[in-house]
């Protein structure tokens, strides 16, 4: 019993310190990129999903590179 209550304050005490990983990186993030203060994407439910390259094809036909950011909510 004891044990699990120890793996239990373990647990929550690694959520928590990846919680303020995450919020700390999203702040930074929000600090990199030109507009995203207006947007506001610091969020108490947000979450970072994934980021990476991406090929888009514009109207005249031609290969944009862009790099997206994906959250659960935008």
């Known amino acids: 019993q004891a044990e699990g209550m120890v793996q239990a304050v ?36 947000r979450k970072f999903i994934r980021s990476g390259p991406i090929k888009q094809i514009t109207t005249d036909r031609k290969v944009r590179e862009d790099f997206y950011f994906l959250f659960n909510d935008l």
């Open 10 to 45: 373990a647990s929550a005490i690694n959520e928590g310190k990846r919680s303020a990983e995450a919020t700390d990186w999203l702040f930074d993030l929000q600090n990199r990129i030109e507009g995203a203060a207006q947007i506001g994407l610091m969020a108490p439910a």
